[in-house]
């Protein structure tokens, strides 16, 4: 009889920092998704903020580079696809983002979301999720390339 794999919810390849890796290490010996609600607070470092009947609302523990705030909306049911959202999910995803910019008086950002395949899309973690991105203030004359860089692929 053939051995069926194991579940992936995670993409090691896809880490940026040790502390990353080593955590991402761990979600995938659990054979466990990080971002379903009842493993978020075991396997994942994401700080919650705002909870909502579709989506929790967080902070990344490794954000992306230039970056002042950096959230995280995950959808509060295993979703990987766009198409497994329920009703009312893009409603409540505008509310929570809605709310992170008046109360974290967001200036500007960036609203941003990969689904499906991880191997393919960029994302690490295999849990349709949605990011809301605060660049650093910068200064049109800055010499140094200060993007913020969200990576599809």
């Given at each position: 009889?053939?051995?069926?794999?194991?579940?992936?919810?995670?993409?090691?390849?896809?880490?940026?920092?040790?502390?990353?890796?080593?955590?991402?290490?761990?979600?995938?010996?659990?054979?466990?998704?990080?971002?379903?609600?009842?493993?978020?607070?075991?396997?994942?470092?994401?700080?919650?903020?705002?909870?909502?009947?579709?989506?929790?609302l967080?902070?990344?523990?490794?954000?992306?580079?230039?970056?002042?705030?950096?959230?995280?909306?995950?959808?509060?049911?295993?979703?990987?696809?766009?198409?497994?959202?329920?009703p009312?999910?893009?409603?409540?995803?505008?509310?929570?983002?809605?709310?992170?910019?008046?109360?974290l008086?967001?200036?500007?950002?960036?609203?941003?979301?990969?689904?499906?395949?991880?191997?393919?899309?960029?994302?690490?973690?295999?849990?349709?999720?949605?990011?809301?991105?605060?660049?650093?203030?910068?200064?049109?004359d800055?010499?140094?390339?200060k993007?913020?860089?969200?990576?599809i692929?």
């Amino acid at each position: 009889m053939t051995e069926i794999p194991p579940v992936s919810f995670v993409d090691l390849s896809k880490a940026r920092v040790a502390e990353q890796l080593e955590v991402m290490q761990a979600i995938e010996e659990s054979g466990e998704c990080p971002f379903c609600p009842e493993n978020l607070e075991r396997l994942s470092k994401v700080e919650v903020l705002r909870k909502g009947a579709l989506w929790i609302l967080g902070r990344n523990h490794w954000p992306y580079k230039n970056t002042t705030d950096h959230l995280l909306a995950i959808a509060t049911y295993h979703a990987e696809s766009i198409a497994d959202l329920r009703p009312g999910a893009f409603d409540e995803l505008q509310d929570h983002a809605v709310w992170a910019e008046r109360e974290l008086e967001i200036k500007s950002g960036g609203l941003c979301m990969r689904f499906g395949d991880i191997t393919q899309n960029g994302a690490t973690v295999n849990h349709v999720h949605a990011h809301i991105i605060v660049p650093r203030p910068h200064t049109a004359d800055e010499e140094v390339d200060k993007k913020v860089r969200f990576k599809i692929w």
